[in-house]
């Protein structure tokens, strides 16, 4: 149906009508475009627009809409342009020409912001659950795993051993961040532009302020042309989603990594894997493969919207139109990406032994740097010295423990028999109780922390 038409001789070409029509996406807007007018109404009444007789009959056929759209009865016609337009088609089959003084006094341009804004505010608490659904499976392991060490990297080469609770909960953390940004996303979404109508404001005597309480928002919008106009809200949702995605992307990275033959540090669960039609022995993580590439599925989303509105000039054009199906798809995206990730990552298995033998001796050379410097040798000297050492064990393919007591002291009279005893990775992990370490007290007080974030939610 069309809301408009008057000023034309001529019908819409049926290519261009498909093209302007936005009614194949935007239909997932239903339900908030009902609970919109429903309060819409009441406002035109609360204004002396509509009496309270037409209020009653307009919002009793709204609520008939809603119900059709809750047991998914609403039909969509292919003369339907709009989400509104549909729904506005539907109320005139109820109740009538009546339907058409409910938009009296607003326009789809701030029909269409007010809609966005209630689907963002509604679907950002799934989207937190489901996070820190995510969370609990890493801090759980985290708990459940504390006493296993495997070797820590930086630049993908073996750096220091670390708790695999440690490393748990290195993607705890920047989850706790993403949470922190959707909810500040809450706050800066819910301000109404209902009421401001095309661009210049309603002319009719309507509480915004009570408006925008009454759907929800805190209040509304201070000028008509930003609030029709604005899609940062849109565009900041796309970035806070697309880093969550990055987030899970390098944990899947990280995983696909570990559960190779050449770590082995992992073993995937079955259930979370899936085969080669070619080679009957291969278990691939298509699963975090896929948690990987959606992460850049999201960033497309979030470059082309950027795009769309750089160059937009005052109020509402209708590039606009063209923000909802990267929020959607991202929405999308990133809850399915956060449900399966929880139940794979939930079983995926350990192989501690694999862990345990690619904690080499090396991995404690900072140790033994700073056993020279508890000697009362200076750091910078101490980093040379055990350097040489490992430069001499590697020529001779030793380990860095291999090197006989005779050979250390060539190298450094400050060498004794003790320096064998800082080579080990519990003595290498323990030692780093600070605040934020990967030593096991420091990890306990880290759980702590993270279990009473997630507590008090």
Same mark, same amino acid.
């Given at each position: ?102 938009? &009296? +006094? ?82 800066? &979404? ?36 930003? +609030? ?9 949702? %796309? ?66 919207? %950027?795009?769309?509105?750089?160059? %937009? ?31 794979? %990552? ?40 055990? +350097? ?21 002291? &060539? ?37 702590? &922390? ?8």
């Amino acid at each position: 149906m069309k809301m408009w038409g008057g000023r034309f001789s001529e019908g819409t070409d049926p290519v261009a009508w498909s093209f302007n029509a936005s009614i194949k996406f935007d239909q997932r807007l239903a339900p908030q475009d009902v609970r919109g007018s429903i309060a819409w109404a009441k406002a035109l009444e609360d204004a002396n627009v509509l009496s309270s007789a037409e209020c009653q009959k307009i919002q009793a056929g709204l609520e008939i809409i809603q119900s059709e759209i809750e047991d998914e009865s609403f039909e969509i016609l292919e003369t339907d342009e709009d989400i509104h337009s549909a729904v506005e088609r539907r109320l005139g089959e109820i109740i009538g020409p009546l339907a058409g003084k409910l938009h &009296t +006094g607003r326009s789809r341009n701030d029909q269409v912001a007010t809609d966005l804004r209630l689907w963002l505010l509604d679907n950002l608490l799934q989207l937190d659950q489901k996070i820190m659904n995510l969370m609990v499976v890493l801090l759980d392991r985290a708990e459940r795993e504390i006493d296993v060490i495997l070797p820590g990297f930086t630049h993908l080469q073996h750096a220091q051993p670390v708790s695999i609770a440690h490393w748990w909960l290195s993607y705890f953390w920047p989850l706790a961040r993403d949470r922190e940004r959707f909810a500040g996303l809450a706050e800066r &979404t819910a301000v109404l532009p209902l009421g401001s109508a095309a661009l210049a404001g309603t002319p009719y005597p309507v509480d915004r302020f009570a408006l925008a309480e009454k759907l929800g928002f805190s209040q509304p919008c201070q000028n008509s042309i930003d +609030g029709v106009s604005d899609r940062d809200f849109v565009a900041e949702f %796309l970035f806070s989603a697309c880093l969550t995605g990055i987030h899970l992307s390098r944990l899947c990275e990280a995983v696909i990594l570990y559960a190779s033959a050449e770590f082995g540090f992992f073993i995937l669960p079955e259930r979370f894997a899936t085969g080669s039609s070619i080679m009957p022995q291969k278990l691939n993580p298509d699963v975090f493969e896929l948690g990987r590439a959606k992460a850049g599925t999201m960033l497309g989303y979030l470059t082309g919207m %950027l795009a769309v509105l750089k160059g %937009l000039p005052s109020a509402y054009d209708k590039d606009l139109q063209e923000d909802k199906i990267p929020l959607f798809s991202s929405f999308d995206i990133l809850s399915s990406t956060l449900s399966v990730l929880k139940g794979a %990552l939930k079983d995926l298995k350990l192989d501690s032994s694999r862990m345990s033998i690619a904690v080499s001796p090396e991995l404690m050379a900072t140790d033994l740097a700073d056993y020279l410097v508890d000697k009362g040798v200076p750091f910078r000297e101490a980093h040379r010295i055990v +350097g040489e050492a490992a430069r001499f064990a590697a020529e001779r393919k030793h380990r860095l423990d291999e090197i006989g007591l005779e050979d250390l002291k &060539t190298i450094s009279p400050n060498f004794d028999e003790s320096a064998r005893a800082v080579l080990r990775s519990e003595y290498s992990v323990n030692r780093r109780n600070t605040y934020g370490g990967t030593g096991i007290e420091a990890l306990k007080e880290q759980i702590k &922390t993270a279990r009473r974030l997630i507590r008090s939610e």
